[in-house]
Protein backbone atom coordinates (compact mmCIF):
# COMPACT_ATOMS: atom_id res chain seq x y z
CA UNK A 1 0.00 0.00 0.00
CA UNK A 2 1.13 3.53 -0.77
CA UNK A 3 2.65 5.53 2.27
CA UNK A 4 4.04 9.12 2.48
CA UNK A 5 7.37 8.47 4.53
CA UNK A 6 10.01 10.91 5.33
CA UNK A 7 12.90 10.77 2.72
CA UNK A 8 15.15 13.52 3.25
CA UNK A 9 15.09 17.49 4.48
CA UNK A 10 11.30 18.95 4.10
CA UNK A 11 11.17 15.79 1.60
CA UNK A 12 8.54 12.99 1.34
CA UNK A 13 8.57 10.34 -1.01
CA UNK A 14 5.38 8.26 -1.72
CA UNK A 15 6.61 4.70 -1.02
CA UNK A 16 4.75 0.87 -1.32
CA UNK A 17 5.00 -0.90 2.47
CA UNK A 18 3.53 -4.10 3.73
CA UNK A 19 -0.32 -3.66 4.63
CA UNK A 20 -0.87 -4.58 8.67
CA UNK A 21 -2.36 -8.28 8.45
CA UNK A 22 -4.38 -9.44 11.05
CA UNK A 23 -3.28 -11.34 14.39
CA UNK A 24 -5.89 -11.22 17.19
CA UNK A 25 -3.23 -8.78 18.90
CA UNK A 26 -3.50 -4.91 17.39
CA UNK A 27 -6.41 -3.57 15.61
CA UNK A 28 -6.21 -3.31 12.38
CA UNK A 29 -7.74 0.36 10.73
CA UNK A 30 -8.40 1.60 7.79
CA UNK A 31 -7.45 5.33 7.82
CA UNK A 32 -9.74 7.91 6.83
CA UNK A 33 -8.56 11.00 7.73
CA UNK A 34 -5.30 11.82 9.05
CA UNK A 35 -4.17 15.24 10.87
CA UNK A 36 -0.29 17.05 9.73
CA UNK A 37 1.13 17.92 13.65
CA UNK A 38 3.89 20.46 14.77
CA UNK A 39 5.80 18.22 15.74
CA UNK A 40 5.61 15.81 12.39
CA UNK A 41 6.99 19.10 11.41
CA UNK A 42 10.39 18.97 13.30
CA UNK A 43 10.99 15.75 11.48
CA UNK A 44 10.50 16.66 8.13
CA UNK A 45 12.57 19.52 8.73
CA UNK A 46 15.25 17.75 9.83
CA UNK A 47 14.55 15.03 7.14
CA UNK A 48 14.73 12.14 9.92
CA UNK A 49 13.72 9.49 10.79
CA UNK A 50 14.31 8.57 7.28
CA UNK A 51 11.68 6.32 6.62
CA UNK A 52 8.98 7.31 9.12
CA UNK A 53 5.50 7.15 7.77
CA UNK A 54 4.01 10.16 10.63
CA UNK A 55 0.06 10.61 11.43
CA UNK A 56 -0.75 10.07 14.63
CA UNK A 57 -3.74 12.00 14.91
CA UNK A 58 -6.57 10.16 12.47
CA UNK A 59 -9.79 8.65 12.63
CA UNK A 60 -10.18 5.47 10.92
CA UNK A 61 -12.49 2.31 10.67
CA UNK A 62 -12.29 -1.10 11.90
CA UNK A 63 -11.46 -3.96 9.80
CA UNK A 64 -9.72 -6.29 12.33
CA UNK A 65 -11.06 -5.67 16.20
CA UNK A 66 -7.84 -8.01 17.26
CA UNK A 67 -8.56 -8.57 21.11
CA UNK A 68 -11.13 -5.62 21.28
CA UNK A 69 -14.33 -7.88 21.52
CA UNK A 70 -16.34 -4.75 22.26
CA UNK A 71 -15.42 -3.09 19.01
CA UNK A 72 -17.23 -4.02 15.63
CA UNK A 73 -15.71 -4.57 12.00
CA UNK A 74 -16.57 -0.85 10.40
CA UNK A 75 -16.49 1.11 13.90
CA UNK A 76 -15.26 4.29 13.10
CA UNK A 77 -12.33 4.97 15.99
CA UNK A 78 -9.48 6.78 16.91
CA UNK A 79 -6.65 6.21 19.38
CA UNK A 80 -3.99 7.47 21.65
CA UNK A 81 -0.69 7.19 19.61
CA UNK A 82 1.46 6.66 22.74
CA UNK A 83 3.07 3.20 23.86
CA UNK A 84 3.16 3.42 27.69
CA UNK A 85 4.58 0.49 29.52
CA UNK A 86 1.47 0.35 32.13
CA UNK A 87 2.99 -0.71 35.37
CA UNK A 88 5.36 1.99 35.95
CA UNK A 89 5.26 4.85 38.24
CA UNK A 90 3.74 7.06 35.65
CA UNK A 91 1.19 4.91 34.32
CA UNK A 92 0.06 3.59 37.88
CA UNK A 93 -0.34 7.51 38.65
CA UNK A 94 -2.49 7.87 35.54
CA UNK A 95 0.48 10.11 33.68
CA UNK A 96 1.64 7.64 30.99
CA UNK A 97 2.25 10.37 28.91
CA UNK A 98 5.28 10.66 30.81
CA UNK A 99 6.04 7.05 31.47
CA UNK A 100 9.54 6.33 29.67
CA UNK A 101 8.25 4.10 26.64
CA UNK A 102 5.41 6.06 25.66
CA UNK A 103 7.43 7.24 22.69
CA UNK A 104 9.25 4.38 21.62
CA UNK A 105 6.54 2.50 19.68
CA UNK A 106 4.13 5.74 19.00
CA UNK A 107 2.04 5.59 16.19
CA UNK A 108 3.19 7.74 13.55
CA UNK A 109 6.06 8.30 15.33
CA UNK A 110 8.27 5.62 15.65
CA UNK A 111 9.61 3.03 12.64
CA UNK A 112 8.25 0.07 13.74
CA UNK A 113 4.63 1.73 13.97
CA UNK A 114 3.22 3.48 10.73
CA UNK A 115 1.03 6.41 11.23
CA UNK A 116 -1.89 7.68 9.33
CA UNK A 117 0.12 8.89 6.36
CA UNK A 118 -1.20 5.79 4.75
CA UNK A 119 -3.97 3.60 4.00
CA UNK A 120 -4.05 0.74 7.11
CA UNK A 121 -2.72 0.76 10.21
CA UNK A 122 -1.63 -1.39 13.38
CA UNK A 123 -2.89 -0.15 16.83
CA UNK A 124 -2.57 -0.91 20.23
CA UNK A 125 -5.98 -2.50 21.29
CA UNK A 126 -5.74 -0.77 25.10
CA UNK A 127 -5.24 2.84 23.15
CA UNK A 128 -8.17 3.02 20.77
CA UNK A 129 -11.06 4.56 21.45
CA UNK A 130 -13.97 4.25 19.65
CA UNK A 131 -16.08 7.85 18.24
CA UNK A 132 -19.83 8.69 19.13
CA UNK A 133 -21.81 8.69 16.07
CA UNK A 134 -22.19 12.85 16.52
CA UNK A 135 -18.21 13.17 15.74
CA UNK A 136 -17.07 13.58 12.27
CA UNK A 137 -14.10 11.87 10.51
CA UNK A 138 -12.84 15.07 10.48
CA UNK A 139 -13.51 16.46 14.35
CA UNK A 140 -11.95 12.86 15.12
CA UNK A 141 -8.82 13.82 13.40
CA UNK A 142 -8.60 16.09 15.73
CA UNK A 143 -9.15 15.19 18.82
CA UNK A 144 -4.99 14.59 19.32
CA UNK A 145 -3.95 17.93 18.68
CA UNK A 146 -6.93 18.89 20.93
CA UNK A 147 -6.47 17.01 23.93
CA UNK A 148 -2.55 18.53 23.96
CA UNK A 149 -4.13 21.78 24.29
CA UNK A 150 -6.12 20.90 27.39
CA UNK A 151 -3.11 19.31 28.98
CA UNK A 152 -1.24 22.49 28.68
CA UNK A 153 -4.07 24.47 30.26
CA UNK A 154 -4.82 22.44 32.73
CA UNK A 155 -1.10 22.23 33.93
CA UNK A 156 -1.34 26.01 33.55
CA UNK A 157 -3.76 26.20 36.38
CA UNK A 158 -6.10 28.80 34.63
CA UNK A 159 -8.07 31.33 37.08
CA UNK A 160 -10.91 33.78 36.17
CA UNK A 161 -10.07 36.38 35.28
CA UNK A 162 -6.57 35.32 33.96
CA UNK A 163 -4.65 37.61 31.38
CA UNK A 164 -3.27 34.37 29.18
CA UNK A 165 -0.37 35.10 26.70
CA UNK A 166 -0.06 32.17 24.16
CA UNK A 167 3.43 32.03 22.23
CA UNK A 168 2.66 30.43 18.80
CA UNK A 169 -0.42 30.45 17.22
CA UNK A 170 -0.49 27.11 15.65
CA UNK A 171 -3.05 24.81 15.83
CA UNK A 172 -1.70 23.94 19.89
CA UNK A 173 -1.56 27.75 20.73
CA UNK A 174 -5.15 27.87 18.72
CA UNK A 175 -6.73 25.18 21.00
CA UNK A 176 -4.86 26.59 24.51
CA UNK A 177 -6.06 29.90 23.43
CA UNK A 178 -9.50 28.27 23.37
CA UNK A 179 -9.60 26.24 26.36
CA UNK A 180 -8.22 28.92 28.06
CA UNK A 181 -11.26 31.12 27.79
CA UNK A 182 -13.31 28.68 28.70
CA UNK A 183 -11.31 28.34 31.67
CA UNK A 184 -12.52 31.55 32.92
CA UNK A 185 -9.47 33.70 31.35
CA UNK A 186 -10.51 37.53 31.42
CA UNK A 187 -8.09 38.40 28.49
CA UNK A 188 -6.29 36.01 26.19
CA UNK A 189 -3.54 37.07 23.60
CA UNK A 190 -1.78 35.20 21.05
CA UNK A 191 2.01 35.97 20.00
CA UNK A 192 3.51 35.73 16.37
CA UNK A 193 6.01 35.87 14.20
CA UNK A 194 3.69 34.97 10.94
CA UNK A 195 0.97 37.47 11.01
CA UNK A 196 -1.58 36.22 8.93
CA UNK A 197 -2.00 33.21 11.46
CA UNK A 198 -1.52 36.11 14.93
CA UNK A 199 -4.46 37.90 13.01
CA UNK A 200 -6.45 34.82 12.36
CA UNK A 201 -6.17 33.98 15.68
CA UNK A 202 -8.47 36.95 16.82
CA UNK A 203 -10.86 36.47 13.65
CA UNK A 204 -11.66 32.80 14.66
CA UNK A 205 -12.53 34.36 18.06
CA UNK A 206 -9.88 32.35 20.06
CA UNK A 207 -7.53 35.22 21.09
CA UNK A 208 -8.46 38.59 22.29
CA UNK A 209 -5.77 40.36 20.86
CA UNK A 210 -2.66 39.21 18.76
CA UNK A 211 0.87 40.57 19.19
CA UNK A 212 3.34 40.72 16.35
CA UNK A 213 6.39 38.81 17.90
CA UNK A 214 8.47 40.30 14.77
CA UNK A 215 7.55 44.33 16.32
CA UNK A 216 10.68 45.64 17.55
CA UNK A 217 8.08 47.20 20.05
CA UNK A 218 6.68 43.83 20.58
CA UNK A 219 7.64 43.44 24.67
CA UNK A 220 6.87 47.32 25.19
CA UNK A 221 3.08 46.68 23.61
CA UNK A 222 2.65 43.82 25.92
CA UNK A 223 3.48 46.49 28.70
CA UNK A 224 1.18 49.16 27.25
CA UNK A 225 -1.79 47.11 27.18
CA UNK A 226 -1.11 44.41 30.07
CA UNK A 227 0.84 46.89 32.74
CA UNK A 228 2.06 44.20 35.35
CA UNK A 229 2.31 41.34 32.72
CA UNK A 230 0.21 37.73 31.91
CA UNK A 231 -0.61 36.21 35.08
CA UNK A 232 0.25 32.75 32.93
CA UNK A 233 1.99 32.00 29.84
CA UNK A 234 2.20 28.75 27.35
CA UNK A 235 4.75 28.70 24.46
CA UNK A 236 3.31 26.63 21.94
CA UNK A 237 6.55 27.34 19.36
CA UNK A 238 9.61 25.87 20.94
CA UNK A 239 12.43 28.28 20.42
CA UNK A 240 14.36 30.28 22.04
CA UNK A 241 13.09 33.79 21.42
CA UNK A 242 9.18 32.66 22.39
CA UNK A 243 10.39 30.99 25.14
CA UNK A 244 12.20 34.51 26.46
CA UNK A 245 9.46 36.72 25.19
CA UNK A 246 7.06 34.51 27.68
CA UNK A 247 9.78 34.91 30.41
CA UNK A 248 9.82 38.81 29.55
CA UNK A 249 5.71 39.17 29.40
CA UNK A 250 4.76 37.04 32.59
CA UNK A 251 4.29 38.76 36.07
CA UNK A 252 6.44 38.33 38.90
CA UNK A 253 5.00 35.05 40.59
CA UNK A 254 3.31 33.85 37.35
CA UNK A 255 3.53 30.58 35.63
CA UNK A 256 4.87 29.57 32.24
CA UNK A 257 4.03 26.52 30.81
CA UNK A 258 6.51 25.07 28.02
CA UNK A 259 4.24 22.73 25.38
CA UNK A 260 6.65 23.62 22.80
CA UNK A 261 9.22 21.34 21.78
CA UNK A 262 12.73 21.82 20.46
CA UNK A 263 15.85 19.61 19.43
CA UNK A 264 18.08 22.51 19.78
CA UNK A 265 19.25 23.79 23.07
CA UNK A 266 16.84 26.41 24.74
CA UNK A 267 18.59 29.62 25.54
CA UNK A 268 16.82 32.34 27.83
CA UNK A 269 18.09 34.60 30.44
CA UNK A 270 17.74 32.46 33.21
CA UNK A 271 17.87 35.59 35.46
CA UNK A 272 14.34 36.83 34.62
CA UNK A 273 12.73 33.32 35.78
CA UNK A 274 14.86 33.91 39.07
CA UNK A 275 14.19 37.59 39.66
CA UNK A 276 10.27 36.92 39.31
CA UNK A 277 10.07 34.08 41.04
CA UNK A 278 8.60 32.32 38.16
CA UNK A 279 6.94 28.83 37.91
CA UNK A 280 8.11 26.63 34.86
CA UNK A 281 6.34 23.55 33.93
CA UNK A 282 6.71 21.06 30.90
CA UNK A 283 3.26 19.81 29.69
CA UNK A 284 3.41 16.81 27.29
CA UNK A 285 0.75 14.91 25.68
CA UNK A 286 -2.39 14.27 27.58
CA UNK A 287 -3.44 11.61 29.81
CA UNK A 288 -6.18 9.04 28.53
CA UNK A 289 -8.82 11.16 30.63
CA UNK A 290 -8.20 14.38 28.97
CA UNK A 291 -8.12 12.34 25.53
CA UNK A 292 -11.48 11.24 26.14
CA UNK A 293 -12.60 14.34 27.83
CA UNK A 294 -11.85 15.94 24.10
CA UNK A 295 -14.30 13.54 22.44
CA UNK A 296 -16.93 14.54 24.65
CA UNK A 297 -16.66 17.94 24.52
CA UNK A 298 -16.81 17.92 20.68
CA UNK A 299 -19.48 15.02 20.64
CA UNK A 300 -21.60 18.03 22.78
CA UNK A 301 -21.17 20.39 20.73
CA UNK A 302 -18.75 22.29 23.69
CA UNK A 303 -15.87 23.15 21.40
CA UNK A 304 -15.76 23.80 17.40
CA UNK A 305 -12.63 22.08 16.00
CA UNK A 306 -13.52 22.24 12.57
CA UNK A 307 -12.70 26.14 12.48
CA UNK A 308 -9.15 25.28 12.46
CA UNK A 309 -8.90 22.86 9.59
CA UNK A 310 -7.94 24.46 6.71
CA UNK A 311 -7.64 22.02 3.80
CA UNK A 312 -7.99 18.34 3.45
CA UNK A 313 -6.06 16.95 0.39
CA UNK A 314 -5.06 13.34 -1.07
CA UNK A 315 -1.70 11.48 0.04
CA UNK A 316 0.00 12.65 -2.98
CA UNK A 317 -0.24 16.36 -1.71
CA UNK A 318 1.18 15.94 1.43
CA UNK A 319 4.74 17.53 0.73
CA UNK A 320 2.64 20.33 -0.77
CA UNK A 321 0.42 20.45 2.70
CA UNK A 322 3.59 20.40 4.37
CA UNK A 323 5.29 23.16 2.66
CA UNK A 324 2.04 25.62 3.51
CA UNK A 325 1.78 24.88 6.66
CA UNK A 326 5.89 26.05 7.22
CA UNK A 327 6.20 29.11 4.47
CA UNK A 328 5.75 31.49 7.33
CA UNK A 329 3.38 33.65 5.22
CA UNK A 330 0.09 31.46 4.63
CA UNK A 331 -2.56 31.46 7.91
CA UNK A 332 -3.31 27.39 7.48
CA UNK A 333 -2.51 25.43 11.12
CA UNK A 334 -3.95 22.55 10.29
CA UNK A 335 -4.15 20.63 7.04
CA UNK A 336 -5.58 16.57 7.17
CA UNK A 337 -4.68 13.62 4.62
CA UNK A 338 -7.49 11.91 3.32
CA UNK A 339 -5.53 8.60 1.96
CA UNK A 340 -8.80 7.92 -0.59
CA UNK A 341 -8.94 11.16 -1.88
N1 LIG B 1 4.31 18.99 24.34
C1 LIG B 1 3.50 18.28 23.56
O1 LIG B 1 2.89 17.30 23.96
C2 LIG B 1 3.31 18.73 22.15
C3 LIG B 1 2.28 18.15 21.36
C4 LIG B 1 2.09 18.64 20.07
C5 LIG B 1 2.92 19.62 19.58
N2 LIG B 1 3.93 20.11 20.37
C6 LIG B 1 4.83 21.15 19.92
O2 LIG B 1 4.16 22.38 20.13
C7 LIG B 1 4.59 23.31 19.15
C8 LIG B 1 3.37 23.87 18.46
O3 LIG B 1 2.73 22.86 17.68
P1 LIG B 1 1.87 23.30 16.40
O4 LIG B 1 1.33 22.07 15.79
O5 LIG B 1 0.94 24.38 16.78
O6 LIG B 1 3.08 23.86 15.52
P2 LIG B 1 3.21 25.02 14.45
O7 LIG B 1 4.57 24.89 13.90
O8 LIG B 1 2.06 24.97 13.52
O9 LIG B 1 3.08 26.36 15.33
C9 LIG B 1 4.14 27.03 15.93
C10 LIG B 1 3.89 28.50 15.72
O10 LIG B 1 4.84 29.25 16.48
C11 LIG B 1 5.11 30.43 15.75
N3 LIG B 1 6.36 31.05 16.26
C12 LIG B 1 7.63 30.71 15.98
N4 LIG B 1 8.48 31.52 16.66
C13 LIG B 1 7.70 32.36 17.39
C14 LIG B 1 8.00 33.41 18.29
N5 LIG B 1 9.26 33.76 18.58
N6 LIG B 1 6.96 34.07 18.85
C15 LIG B 1 5.69 33.75 18.56
N7 LIG B 1 5.36 32.75 17.70
C16 LIG B 1 6.35 32.07 17.13
C17 LIG B 1 5.20 29.95 14.31
O11 LIG B 1 5.02 31.01 13.38
C18 LIG B 1 4.06 28.94 14.27
O12 LIG B 1 2.86 29.52 13.83
C19 LIG B 1 5.57 22.58 18.25
O13 LIG B 1 6.89 22.78 18.71
C20 LIG B 1 5.19 21.13 18.46
O14 LIG B 1 6.26 20.25 18.21
C21 LIG B 1 4.12 19.69 21.62
ZN1 LIG C 1 0.22 15.87 17.32
ZN1 LIG D 1 4.96 3.20 32.15
Not at 86 to 100: F, R, T, V
Not at 101 to 114: K, M, Q, R, V, Y
Not at 287 to 306: G, S, Y
Request: proline share 4%; net charge negative; hydrophobic share 40%.
Amino acid sequence: MKAAAIQDVKKFAIIDIPKPTPDNSKVIIEIIKTGICGSDIHNWVAGNPKGLVMGHEFTGKVIDKGSRIDLNIGDRVTALPISPCGHCEACESGNMQYCSETWTHAIGLSLDNPGGLTDTIAVRPDMVLKLPDNVTDEEGAMIEPTAVGLHAIHLADIKVGDKVLIVGGGIIGLVSAMFAKLEGAEYVAISETNIARGKKSVTLNVADEFFDAKDPNFIKNIYTKVPKGFDKVIDCSGNSKAVESGLMSVKVGGTIVLVGVSSKPIEFLSVLAVMKELTIKGAIAYTKEEFKKCIELIANKKIDVMKFVDDIVPLEDTQKAYERLTNGIDDAVKILVDPKK
